[in-house]
């Protein structure tokens, strides 16, 4: 199959539809991001998901609460010096960029935006540091749009069914986005994730309990057991 093309979009939506079924009778629970919706403004949303790359969670939901606590609005975190900054978010991976990335982010959305954070795609994506997985967070998470959020997992299942062939998650976005029909797009992300966390995961996935197995080509599952 050459690099990037799509095999079947009715198959992946049949697959879908059998991950949600298995999923509720399993009672997996949604993925935080699903559980906190409406919990959440757009500002907490963008800044945390930025710190949280390659981060792990139980580092990033602490760093961003005591960034919170000192800065819990853009003006205020543009008012900050970035070495206070870095003091708060660390250890967060990287947290020099990230912290010159998050002030620059508030500078920008005071004055070229009103200062509020964009409610678009393409808006979000104008800001520094802000890709496709975390410009579609904040859509469907912190301003409860419609949105297909391709994160590692999502970008790994589809290629491990066979449906599509990608490099990276960006490229599984732009292929499978628009042939999934509207009222999928955002509930695939969170099907997707909590599928890869407790089942299809990365390592040893347990396809032995899999209701997809005879429609998966498992595709390089063996090199990861």
């Not at 003091?87 to 959305?109: C, D, H, M, N, Q």
């Not at 509020?116 to 904040?138: F, H, Q, R, W």
């Not at 909590?194 to 429609?215: E, I, K, T, Y």
């Amino acid at each position: 199959m050459p690099e990037g093309s799509l095999v079947d979009d009715q198959k992946i939506l049949r697959l879908l539809r059998r991950v949600d079924r298995f999923l509720q009778k399993k009672n997996v629970p949604e993925p935080a991001a699903e559980q906190m919706t409406g919990k959440m403004v757009p500002y907490d949303v963008l800044i945390m998901t930025i710190l949280s790359l390659r981060t792990k969670d139980s580092v990033t939901i602490p760093a961003s609460q005591r960034l919170f606590e000192k800065a819990p609005d853009l003006p205020s975190l543009s008012q900050m010096k970035i070495s206070d900054i870095e003091s708060l978010i660390f250890p967060v991976g990287f947290y020099r960029t990230k912290a010159k990335t998050i002030k620059t982010i508030a500078e920008r959305v005071l004055t070229e935006f009103g200062g509020k954070i964009p409610d678009t795609l393409e808006g979000l994506l104008s800001l520094p540091g802000v890709g496709l997985k975390t410009a579609n967070l904040v859509l469907t998470v912190g301003f409860e749009k419609e949105g297909f959020c391709v994160d590692i997992h999502v970008h790994r299942i589809l290629n491990r069914w066979g449906v599509i062939q990608t490099h990276s998650p960006d490229a599984t976005y732009h292929i499978v986005e628009p042939v999934l029909p509207r009222k999928w797009k955002r509930r695939a992300n969170a099907l997707l994730v909590a599928f890869g966390q407790h089942f299809c995961r990365p390592v040893s996935p347990f396809c032995s309990v899999c209701p997809l197995l005879p429609d998966c080509n498992r595709i390089e599952v063996d090199k990861h057991r």
